[in-house]
Nanobody, 115 residues
């Protein structure tokens, strides 16, 4: 399974970005798919994901209503819409797909939010 993330960039505080992650491969079932991020000098953290039709949010964004995950099954693509971005959202964002016991990662896309 391969994942290709895109859509990162430089944005001002309060701006928006939409990340995309296209996944491909042969004969795999998507049990869960979502996004993680890693800020400079910090550990990678869970942002948001979909599993079994249920969306779950990481503690750092839970309850804020700023990030929305969506999935286009026909295009094998998962999106992360990020609104009202803050400097603390600056990080490399990684898409992750779980299929059975396997976990796959994309290469990451950098999001930089300027103050």
């Amino acid at each position: 399974v391969q994942l290709q993330a895109s859509g990162g960039g430089l944005v001002q505080t309060g701006g928006s970005l939409r990340l995309s992650c296209v996944y491909s491969g042969r004969r795999f079932r998507v049990n869960a798919i979502g996004w993680h991020r890693q800020a400079p000098g910090k550990q990678r953290e869970y942002v948001v994901g979909i599993s079994g039709g249920t969306t779950t949010y990481g503690d750092s964004i839970k309850g804020q209503g700023r990030f929305t995950i969506s999935r286009d099954n026909a295009r094998n693509t998962v999106y992360l819409q990020m609104n009202s971005l803050k400097p603390e959202d600056t990080a490399v964002y990684y898409c992750n797909l779980r299929s059975g016991w396997e976990s796959y990662w994309g290469q990451g896309t950098l999001v930089t939010v300027s103050s």
